[in-house]
């Protein structure tokens, strides 16, 4: 087990899947912390969500990632509080006077890529904000919880700009064509419940049962054969990717790849023997 990277902007924190069994490994939250600026992903928050996605990749005990936003500080004498964010979006204060290559080069190798090429299961755990890079940070993650705060948007348009971190493609995988459109056309924010039924939000779940439900799905995703987590991925991935029937022949061959694994014969046997799975994860 290595040691999470810390920083300023990001935290990485470890939760064992099974308190009782550290060889179950653990799931890792983590968190990007710029409350006062509704958690805005500049280039350090980048950076360091690139740092975790390779502690989260080389770490054999990580096992499933949950991506979320730290909540609101406490406000200061006389203020008003801030609002729970995700992201907001794209730090906004970058974009002043940045031409195209720059911005080119600096969006080449980013951290919607990087989490979304991840080969370990991910969730991202929406309370709050989730506009613009947030939102697609949400859409770069396999599956979506939210609270009731939840707010989805991508208001790029706004500004005179589209999405720049995959929304423009993953959206509509998404939600489909027409709602994809309205949202990334007319800017406008969906709340928490019009993001579930759009397919947006896997689950919609009360402010204070958020992390736990959460923690719930992640613990019972984690509790699987780690090698076939993987393959299970990389195959419904090709779905959204590559035409149907190469996503069909890249399945036969993964699912007769598995036969050769040895975590098939571990899970087959616990299952005939009524025990519980140990996997190696090979
Ligand atoms: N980039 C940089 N700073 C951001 C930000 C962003 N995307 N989103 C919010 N912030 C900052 C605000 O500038 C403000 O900072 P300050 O207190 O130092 O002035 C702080 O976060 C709180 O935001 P504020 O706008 O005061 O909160 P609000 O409750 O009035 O409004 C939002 C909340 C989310 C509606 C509003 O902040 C917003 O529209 N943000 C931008 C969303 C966006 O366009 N994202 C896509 C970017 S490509």
Redesign the pocket.
């Given at each position: 087990m290595s040691k999470p990277p810390q920083s300023d902007v990001v935290s990485c924190e470890e939760i064992p899947v099974d308190a009782e069994n550290p060889g179950k490994g653990v799931v890792a939250i983590v968190t990007i912390a710029r409350p006062?600026?509704?958690n805005?992903l500049n280039s350090e928050v980048s950076q360091a969500l690139k740092e975790a996605c390779r502690w989260a990749t080389d770490d054999d005990d990580v096992r499933v990632i949950v991506f979320a936003g730290a909540p609101p500080n406490p406000p200061a004498e006389g203020e008003r509080a801030?609002?729970n964010?995700f992201i907001?979006?794209?730090?906004?204060?970058e974009f002043v006077g940045i031409d195209g290559n720059t911005i080119r080069q600096r969006f080449k190798s980013n951290a919607w890529e990087a989490i979304w090429h991840l080969e370990k299961p991910t969730i991202a755990m929406v309370d709050g904000?989730a506009?613009?890079?947030g939102c697609e940070v949400a859409m770069s993650c396999d599956i979506r919880m939210g609270s009731e705060r939840a707010k989805f948007g991508t208001?790029?348009i706004?500004?005179g700009?589209i999405p720049g971190g995959g929304g423009t493609q993953r959206l509509p995988r998404l939600v489909g064509y027409g709602r994809a459109m309205e949202m990334i056309l007319g800017g406008e924010m969906v709340d928490a419940s019009t993001a579930l039924e759009m397919g947006l939000l896997n689950h919609l779940c009360e402010v204070d049962e958020l992390e736990q439900k959460t923690l719930e799905l992640a613990r019972n995703i984690a509790g699987k054969s780690p090698h076939a987590l993987k393959v299970a991925k990389a195959c419904v991935r090709a779905a959204i990717e590559k035409p149907m029937r190469q996503g069909l022949e890249e399945e036969a061959i993964a699912f007769a790849g598995l036969f050769d694994s040895e975590d098939k014969e571990i899970g087959v046997k616990a299952f005939l023997e009524r025990t519980e799975a140990e996997w190696v994860g090979k």
């Open positions: 006062d600026k509704l805005a801030k609002p964010a907001a979006g794209a730090d906004i204060s904000f506009l613009g890079g208001p790029e706004n500004l700009l």
